[in-house]
Every structure is written in structure tokens, then in C-alpha cells.
Nanobody, 123 residues
Framework: QVQLVESGGGLVQAGDSLRLSCAASQRTFSSYVMGWFRQAPGKEREFVAA????????HYADSVKGRFTISRGNAKNTQFLQMNSLKPEDTAVYYC????????????????WGPGTQVTVSS
């Protein structure tokens, strides 16, 4: 059973930056896509970004494109989300997720989830 743990959330002001990290318990993580999702109060969980196992292919939601950057660590069982120019509408619980095979933005297709980390952006 793969376990994911996020870190790096917090309270920032609009325009600030944050870097989220996620580590998987399984050392060998080949062929797993890793992604970030977020859920704001009263809203459904939504796709933010995803990265292929190799790290060469990345995908972003339109709402974060150009502001967020997803990356993968050398060990391939870690991933990061660099969030710049944060806006109040980015406030949400951010979840690290992983799935075997190809990427997509369907929440239910991701088999493994972290407990989430809160990001709050004040105006």
C-alpha cells in the first residue's frame, strides 16, 4: 500500500509563493503519474497539475497555468508544486495523488492520496 504525505502548506498573502512537497512511502515508483488536486470549502475536488513518471510531461489546469510548476524529485517518489502569484481563489486543501499508467484529471482514477495540506491566501 502506497502512502503519500504532503507538506509545505500555510497562510500567505496574495502575490506570495509557496512550495508544496509530497513523498511516497514506496521507493520504486516507476510508471506512476503523480498529481496535485485541491478542494475548497463547499466545492468539489479539482485537478491542479500532473507529472509523468519521467518528469518530462506535465499538465496544468487552466486556472494555474503560468503560475504553478510541478516537478519530480530525482528519486521519482517525490513531487513538488511551486505556487507563485497566489490568489485568494487558490485557497483550498491541496492533495497529493498518484496513479499507475497514463495521466488524466479524473479524481476517481487516482488510487493513492495524501491527507492534504491547507493553503490559505489572504487578500
Amino acid at each position: 500500500q502506497v502512502q503519500l504525505v504532503e507538506s509545505g502548506g500555510g497562510l500567505v498573502q496574495a502575490g506570495d509563493s509557496l512550495r508544496l512537497s509530497c513523498a511516497a512511502s514506496q521507493r520504486t515508483f516507476s510508471s506512476y503519474v503523480m498529481g496535485w488536486f485541491r478542494q475548497a470549502p463547499g466545492k468539489e475536488r479539482e485537478f491542479v497539475a500532473a507529472i509523468s513518471w519521467s518528469g518530462y510531461n506535465t499538465h496544468y489546469a487552466d486556472s494555474v497555468k503560468g503560475r504553478f510548476t510541478i516537478s519530480r524529485g530525482n528519486a521519482k517518489n517525490t513531487q513538488f508544486l511551486q505556487m507563485n502569484s497566489l490568489k485568494p481563489e487558490d485557497t483550498a486543501v491541496y492533495y497529493c495523488a498518484a496513479k499507475y499508467g497514463t495521466w488524466n484529471l479524473v479524481v476517481n482514477d487516482y488510487a493513492y492520496w495524501g491527507p492534504g495540506t491547507q493553503v490559505t491566501v489572504s487578500s
